[in-house]
């Protein structure tokens, strides 16, 4: 199965394209946001560099949030608009799984983070066991406060990757010894990774229906809900 795996959650892109379980090409950028200049031309170039044609690929993996409203918006739209042209198959997996991904020890719980602001992060906890990420704690949109409330119920070791900097100190006053600082390039995602992960999993059944997973109201849902606050937002923006 030839695999195209996409990763624009946030800063860094990470594109791949695999034959099954073997790496045929892979690049990461993590100098700058431009993923709509440099997306498509990326996915060009590397499915070329591994000798193959678009109508070659039998399956698109991305990482489907939560993250940057518009990294995670341009990784979905480009891989809905190449399984849907190319009539193949479609597999979103979460963000932070995607980071957790490279963290594979088994005696440690894995935290994945991205900066939310405020003191505010997107998160998840998950474990690596019998050669498989499992979900602990699903993702979500949460502070801080909650977070370390939930998280120091659990007596082994949590290991913190991705957006570090801000929670670290607090994150510390609280675990203590039990809490661990992935080293930095651990928190760049790995779009091999997401389309080993990939490989294993269903594809949805309709292409159309994916949508980005945000995870906590985007600016126009927001704003519409402080104009209405007595009516439901649920369906309100098209996320694609």
């Known amino acids: 199965m030839k695999i195209l795996a996409i990763n624009t959650s946030n ?3 990470s594109v791949a394209v695999l034959d099954n379980d073997q790496l ?21 170039d590397l499915v070329q560099k591994a000798d193959l044609k678009p109508t070659d690929l039998d399956r698109v993996v991305v990482a489907a949030g939560p993250g940057s409203y518009t990294g995670i918006r341009m990784a979905v739209t480009a891989a809905k608009t190449i399984a849907s042209t190319l009539g193949i198959e479609l597999v979103p997996v979460s963000s932070l799984l995607n980071l957790a991904l490279n963290v594979q020890e088994e005696d440690v719980l894995i935290n994945p983070i991205f900066d939310g602001r405020n003191q505010n992060m997107f998160t998840g906890l998950y474990r690596y066991r019998s050669r498989r990420i499992q979900t602990v704690i699903e993702d979500q949109h949460t ?6 409330e939930t998280v120091s119920r659990y007596d082994q070791r949590i290991i913190i990757l991705g ?5 670290e100190r607090s994150m510390r006053d609280v ?4 809490l661990v600082v992935a080293n930095p390039y651990l928190g760049i995602p790995s779009a091999t990774l997401l389309g080993l992960y ?18 906590r ?10 104009l209405h606050p007595n009516e439901d ?7 694609v």
Do not use: C
């Open 11 to 13: 800063q860094p892109i």
């Open 24 to 44: 045929l090409a892979q690049t990461t950028i993590t100098t700058h946001r431009k993923h709509a200049e440099f997306l498509m031309p990326v996915i060009e």
């Open 143 to 148: 502070n801080l406060t909650k977070w370390l």
């Open 163 to 167: 957006d570090t900097d801000p929670f």
């Open 175 to 178: 675990l203590h010894n039990r």
């Open 198 to 215: 990939g490989l294993s999993q269903s594809p949805v059944p309709v292409v159309d229906a994916v949508v980005p997973r945000y995870l």
């Open 217 to 226: 109201l985007t600016k126009a849902e927001a704003d519409w809900k402080k």
């Open 233 to 239: 937002t649920h369906d309100y923006v098209e996320k």
